[in-house]
């Protein structure tokens, strides 16, 4: 822990457990001695490389497209590499690996639709938690109905998001120090990069639309009405509205990254479904476009 603080700075990591801590000190204090027998095990990156299995990684989203995958699609998804992303896990898919967010806002939520079933899938699946989570004494000991059974973990320090100094197009040199720019997405492709795929495929990222792909599902029906009525007034994703020093919206974004970015490294981005609006600027994923 000492060296997660150091990591993060004393500063941050205090400011972590002051304002956004998830669990109470006391409360995590006592949850710790409770379950002092859940085994878990930190993976330290030169590892991370010993899950892959393919060049190719499918990051999950939670638009509603995930919803039209097909059972050929599926198959071929389980024959590469997978990322989930937040509430993913409610494709009751294992995935090779899983970075959940963990916003204070969203604990309940998380609570009651992260249950023992789902987390069973995910029990071989790499974990990411950044820093800041673990400063706000989200760990498998403190809060374990946060984690699968038996967790690998993957530490990491979110990198800074990319910040235009004005409003202009994304530049080259923009994605040098950072891949992140908003929203959860930016994690993920900032991950699969540090974990040097080839070929990122983009799943449930559908612009067009703030709905998601469990907005039905019972155990989330009240929150998404809530998230859906404030959302309709502009009928987009939120991330599709340019805010404060986030001048460009998502779909720039993504162009950006295809074009500006991933081939002097070698990579390919894809979507995954033959509808998504950045198609055909970034192609239909070659193995579903047939």
């Known amino acids: 822990m000492l060296k997660i603080i150091e990591d993060l700075g004393v500063k941050r990591a205090f400011l972590e457990l002051k304002k956004h801590n998830t669990v109470p000190l006391y409360e995590a204090s006592k949850n710790w001695i409770k379950n002092k027998h859940i085994p878990y095990q930190w993976i330290v990156p030169e590892q991370w490389q010993n899950f892959k299995t393919s060049d190719t990684v499918f990051l999950f989203g939670s638009g509603p497209s995930i919803n039209d995958i097909t059972e050929e699609e599926w198959k071929i998804i389980k024959s590469h590499d997978s990322f989930g992303l937040n509430f993913a896990f409610l494709t009751y898919t294992p995935m090779t690996f899983f970075y959940l967010g963990y916003e204070p806002s969203s ?117 998404r009405k809530i998230y859906n009525q404030k959302m309709a007034p502009g009928k987009v994703f939120e991330a599709m509205i340019p805010k404060y020093e986030k001048y460009r919206t998502m779909e720039e974004y993504y162009y950006a990254l295809n074009e500006l970015y991933f081939p002097s490294k070698g990579m390919h981005l894809y979507v995954g479904n033959k509808n998504n609006m950045l198609s055909p600027r970034i192609p239909i994923f070659p193995e579903f476009d047939k």
């Not at 639709?113 to 989570?133: C, G, M």
């Not at 495929?201 to 155990?219: A, K, P, R």
């Open 107 to 223: 604990k309940q939520i998380i609570l009651d639709a992260f249950n023992e079933e789902i987390r069973k899938i995910y029990k071989d699946t790499l974990w990411f938690v950044p820093s800041k989570v673990l400063c706000r004494l989200v760990h498998p000991r403190t809060i374990p109905e946060f984690f699968p059974p038996s967790p690998k973990l993957a530490n990491f320090n979110l990198p800074n998001a990319i910040y235009l100094e004005a409003d202009r197009p994304f530049q080259r040199e923009d994605f040098q120090n950072s891949l992140m720019y908003r929203g959860v997405m930016g994690v993920g492709i900032h991950l699969a990069n540090q974990l040097g795929y080839r070929n990122i495929v983009l799943m449930g990222v559908d612009l067009h639309t703030y709905h998601h792909f469990f907005d039905d599902f019972e155990v989330t029906k009240e929150e």
